[in-house]
């Protein structure tokens, strides 16, 4: 037994732990720029939820919802180094900065400095807190404390030069000055005053007497931030380690990181402290580093505020980090840290529930705390009814038994029989009492259980959940059927429509407007509106089919919880899911319960229960892009986009309805669009007209923005239905009816052009095909290609009159060019480029023409596309001439080459004549000669030689 209890307790802190710290998700939160990623100095949140952002060097920043000013020096502003920011009670938000105090009032500031304000001793401001008395009391940086209204401390001594009439204080005693800088003011729930100073040590003002705390009392590296948290604990930070005053001294927590810098308490009662390396959290198992995601890092702290929402915001040397709690908090334990019961939970203005010890406990807000405790074992609650006039009834093992509210006293018990297997009660408004079991349904009458009759079509089976409407008229979900009593009347919901004939039911609920919604066990939810049937299932947005409860929050919401996991909400027909990411835990829900405040609670199996705290505040939407005239029968297009006003919600997450509203009759105006995630609307066939445009965003918690963006749109009408058209018609009719006389000559002029174009395309298709050019276009947007002629006859196929595509005229291009055409035609389009190439053609027989291309790219006008231009020459004689010509060259060059010729240095005798070869042999002239050209020799004597050898001068004449 007591290791089956410390399994239970170590799976508690296992699930707390698990939901705890770590479940916060933290993003920057970018907007405005100012504030993400600059130095945060310091973090204020109004009463209202407008957060205030001081930044070193930037000003301060205002961010309401969606709405965000920054205020800086050129506002006003006496420096933009801010330091602090408080509060008065009047509204006003005053801050601090290196060169004196600025107050702003409804957006106007007033500054004040040492030039108009005497008790100011210096400028530089290091802090400023409002005390209970209502005043505020700046720290300033060369010691002393700057009050605006009374000083908190009884003995403060009034400065001779002061205005008796000034709402300035300075108080400049000892304790304060000595040269000492104030860094941080606290009053504790105690109304104590406590200071920290520049020197890193901390003076208590308490009772009238001043104690001084230094590195004698505890403090060795300083304390700069002052924080008390809810069990009036008071911590130290901003120097090396983190203190704790025990009420005696302070002392170091090295455990909780290096470098504290701020400390904050979330609304679980966890303590957050900001490190020079992110954030360190205590946890009932010892401090640990909490993740702030890959896209956060761990950055050095500067400032931490936790919210109204209960989310902190995290001021770091980056910028400002939103942290974001899960959905769903998980209350697994009490504040004494015993388990809940499974699946135990009632509710009227707050949630109650019974622990595993049989203690009753109820939920302060921040916990729950037991409020009785059942001595008697077989008297610990199983379940337990809603209070009404100051009395539940809880269901036990043996007993059904009714307990006193105000005293938790046991005033009256019932036998409850184990053979009736019971699981809940039902409690009536006229005071009767039903037990639901595994046997059907029962009333107590006199002390006893009577069976309640059913309808003869009902099955004995399990009696699963009981619904009593505000009329009296009573729903009860039977295993096998769901059966309506009033006024003693039994009617089977079977013989109303056909749609309960089969299936497995497990929750009724009647709904404000009256409907009745019906969860099953594999087939969804019926919704019976009094005259059909409709059935919800995970097509229509369910997370599952397999429905265990179904509830209806006062503001409307329909909640559905589902038997394995999972919740679903539904309201502005819109169903929300919501899972483990949003904080669920891992265990079945049992049972449900709406608060007046709109929170839902959840009962688990397993893990305790889940509290849901919708977020009240509106998301904000804007038009990115919009149509501001649309021509007739025109369409316009609008694109949109919204923010969570917290960022609570991710933009991906956000849904938005549109419509067009008509400025004359807005009553007539269609109705809101659907919430879908698309952020495009396209609006058409609406009639002309002056419209406004509206479009509204809705987050995961259902907020609406209260206001809707809008824009004026125009739709134009037909030419003849504008405004002027009388006139214009009339000039047109009058010109026509003088225009007339000229038709019928204007008539034979187009008849004789047409039949000239018709000569000239004849002409010029004639021309084409003698001079064998033909002429194609190439639409590269369509991919259509339309070719004259005789660009057909050059392709060898017939002519399309529609155009052919790109790669049909690539296949009659011959395979070998194929490559070396689209590379010209590609860097002809992408190059703007001429294009000009020769390639052959394969005809579908075998015939293979050259052709020459050269084109244009141009644009279309009005347009952004383009076409290539070109002309097909059919080049294939010339191609042949062109053989023909270099082969008869080749022939000629070969001729050349066997010509035998003379050249160069001939040797040769000076006395017979005789010519050296290259050998060195001596050979006659004419043997020389005839073996190295094509000459021959015929011989004969010169005049000379015959004078000389014969003596006759001319031997031919002689003879």
């Known amino acids: 037994m007591r290791l089956g209890r410390l399994l239970l307790v170590l799976h508690v802190l296992v699930c707390w732990h698990a939901h705890g710290g770590d479940a916060y998700s933290f993003r920057p939160y970018h907007a405005p720029p100012s504030i993400s990623d600059d130095r945060i100095s310091d973090l204020y949140e109004a009463g209202d939820g407008t957060l205030w952002v001081g930044v070193w060097g930037g000003g301060v920043c205002r961010v309401r919802g969606a709405e965000t000013r920054t205020f800086t020096k050129a506002d006003g502003l006496p420096s933009d180094w801010v330091r602090c920011l408080a509060m008065d009670t009047e509204g006003n938000v005053w801050i601090g900065t290196a060169d004196g105090i600025t107050r702003i009032s409804a957006d106007n500031l007033t500054t004040f400095t040492t030039d108009n304000t005497p008790e100011m001793p210096q400028n530089s401001v290091r802090c400023v807190t409002l005390v209970s008395s209502g005043t505020l009391c700046f720290g300033m940086s060369n010691g002393g404390i700057l009050c605006r209204g009374p000083s908190p401390f009884s003995a403060a001594v009034v400065t001779p030069d002061a205005a008796a009439d000034s709402e300035w ?27 920290a100073l520049h020197d890193g040590s901390v003076t208590q003002y308490a009772g009238g007497a001043w104690r001084h705390y230094g590195p004698g009392e505890g403090i060795t590296e300083g304390v700069f931030r002052l924080f008390e948290d809810s069990s009036g604990t008071m911590w130290g930070s901003g120097g090396k380690f983190l203190y704790r005053f025990d009420g005696t001294e302070w002392k170091a927590v090295p455990e909780a990181g290096n470098v504290p810098n701020a400390v904050a308490e979330s609304p679980h009662g966890e303590l957050f402290v900001g490190t020079r390396n992110g954030i360190v959290v205590s946890r009932p198992s ?82 729950w705390k037991s409020i009785a405790h059942v001595d008697d074992p077989r008297f610990t609650p199983l379940y337990i009814t809603p209070p009404r006039e100051g009395n539940v009834w809880a269901l036990c093992e043996q007993f059904a038994l009714r307990i006193a509210v105000n005293s938790w006293t046991v005033q009256e018990a019932v036998t409850v029989s184990e053979d009736l297997n019971p699981w809940r009660l039902a409690w009536g408004l006229e005071g009767n009492l039903w037990l639901l079991g595994s046997r059907g349904a029962y009333e107590l009458k006199e002390g006893q259980w009577s069976p309640l009759p059913t309808h003869p079509e009902t099955k004995p089976s399990w009696a699963y959940d009981v619904d009593i409407a505000a009329d009296g008229s009573v729903y009860v979900c039977y295993a096998g059927g769901v059966e309506y ?142 149509t501001d005239t649309i021509a007739a029968r025109g369409t316009g297009v609008f694109s949109f986009s919204g923010v969570d006003s917290w960022q609570r919600t991710l933009p991906q997450d956000l849904t938005y309805s549109w419509r067009m509203r008509p400025t004359v009759q807005p009553a007539s105006a269609a109705g809101w669009s659907d919430f879908s995630h698309n952020t495009t609307a396209v609006v058409s066939g609406l009639a002309a007209g002056n419209y406004v445009f509206e479009v509204r965003t809705m987050d995961e918690d259902r907020n609406v923005d209260a206001t809707a ?35 019928y000559s204007k ?120 076409r290539l231009v070109a002309i097909s020459h059919d080049i294939t004689e010339r191609k042949r001439s062109e053989a023909l010509r270099e082969q008869l060259i080749r022939d000629l060059q070969s001729a050349l080459a066997r010509i035998k010729t003379l050249s160069g240095l001939i040797p040769i005798c000076s006395s017979c004549k005789r010519i050296r070869d290259d050998s060195g042999f001596w050979n006659q002239i004419e043997s020389y000669i005839k073996e190295h050209s094509d000459a021959e020799f015929s011989h004969g004597i010169c005049p000379e030689c015959a004078k000389k050898l014969y003596g006759v001068e001319d031997l031919m004449r002689d003879a």
């Not at 009388?726 to 003088?738: E, I, M, N, R």
């Open 169 to 195: 204080f300075f108080d400049d005693r000892p304790e304060l000055m000595e040269g000492r800088g104030v860094r941080d003011i606290l009053e504790t729930s105690d109304k104590s005053l406590w200071i």
């Open 286 to 367: 010892g401090w640990s580093s909490l993740s702030m995601g890959a896209e956060v890092g761990s950055p050095e702290i500067t400032c931490l505020l936790f919210g109204r929402t209960g989310a902190p915001w995290v001021g770091t040397l980056e910028g400002v980090i939103r942290g974001s709690r899960p959905l769903w908090n998980p209350f697994v334990t009490t504040e004494s840290g015993i388990p809940l019961r499974e699946g135990i939970l009632f509710a009227d203005t707050n949630p109650y529930s019974v622990d595993v010890e049989g203690n009753i406990v109820a939920f302060d807000g921040m916990a």
């Open 485 to 626: 009593w009033e006024n003693g009347r039994i009617q089977a919901m079977r013989e109303v429509d056909p749609a309960f004939r089969d299936g497995h039911y497990a929750s009724v609920c009647r709904m404000k407007d009256g409907s009745l919604w019906v969860g099953t066990y594999g087939t969804g939810i019926l919704v019976y509106s009094g005259h059909d049937v409709t059935q919800i299932t995970r097509q229509d947005g369910l997370l599952s089919d397999h429905v265990s409860d179904i509830t209806q929050a006062p503001d409307g919401t329909i909640w559905v919880a589902f038997r394995r996991k999972g919740v679903a909400s539904f309201r502005n027909g819109k169903w929300v899911n919501f899972g483990h990411r949003h904080g669920l835990p891992n265990a079945s829900p049992t049972c449900l319960a709406a608060l007046p405040d709109n929170s839902l609670w959840l009962a688990t199996s397993s893990q305790g229960c889940c509290r849901y705290f919708p977020d009240s505040e509106g998301p904000e939407t804007t038009i990115v892009a919009a």
């Open 709 to 743: 963006s809008l824009i004026p749109v125009i739709i134009e009408p037909p030419f003849w239905g504008r405004p002027g058209f009388v006139v214009p018609l009339g000039a047109f009719a009058a010109l026509a009816l003088l225009s007339l006389v000229f038709v």
């Open 747 to 866: 008539h034979l002029r187009l008849v004789y052009s047409e039949a000239n174009l018709r000569r000239s395309e004849k002409s010029l298709a004639e021309a084409q095909r003698i001079a064998h050019v033909g002429s194609w276009e190439w639409d590269v947007a369509s991919n259509t290609i339309l070719c004259s002629p005789e660009s057909f006859r050059l392709l060898g196929i017939a002519p399309v009159p529609k155009g052919i595509s790109m790669e049909q005229y690539r296949e009659a291009v011959h395979p070998e060019d194929r490559a070396l055409f689209q590379a010209a035609v590609q860097s002809a389009i992408s190059q703007w480029a001429p294009l000009e190439i020769d390639h052959r053609i394969l005809r579908p027989h075998g015939e293979v023409r050259h052709v020459y291309q050269r084109g244009e790219v141009i644009e279309v006008p009005g347009t952004h596309q383009i």
